[in-house]
């Protein structure tokens, strides 16, 4: 069994930066990719950004591009999101994907 906890979510205003952390623990036998997911009220749940274990590879969504950065942390199993320039329209419940295992969720509020 896999458990993922998300933290760092919180209230900011348009243009300001929050780091996302998600510590993975449990029965990890091996990671190929953790992902960041995001989820707003009424809409499905959406593609953030991705980072490669091994090399370290990052892919982002285009609506996020240039604006969050994802790393990680081996030793600590643990992945981050950096998000600077937040948008009123990057509010949502940001989650923590490692194969088919979530985390509970962490909420992003943009707004002034």
């Known amino acids: 069994q896999v458990r993922l906890v998300e933290s760092g979510g919180g209230l900011v205003q348009p243009g300001g930066s929050l780091r996302l952390s998600c510590a993975a623990s449990g029965s990890i036998f091996s990671i190929n990719a953790m992902n960041w ?3 707003s009220p009424g809409k499905e749940r959406e593609f953030v950004a991705s980072i490669w274990w091994s090399l370290g590879n990052t892919y ?3 609506s996020v591009k240039g604006r969050f950065t994802i790393f990680r942390d081996k030793a600590k199993n643990t992945v981050y999101l ?3 320039s ?4 990057d509010t949502a419940v940001y989650y923590c994907n490692l194969a088919t295992n979530w985390g509970q969720g962490t909420q992003v509020t943009v707004s002034s």
Do not use: G, I, S
């Open 86 to 89: 937040l948008k009123p329209e």
């Open 37 to 39: 997911y995001r989820q």
């Open 82 to 84: 950096q998000m600077n």
């Open 60 to 62: 982002y969504a285009d």
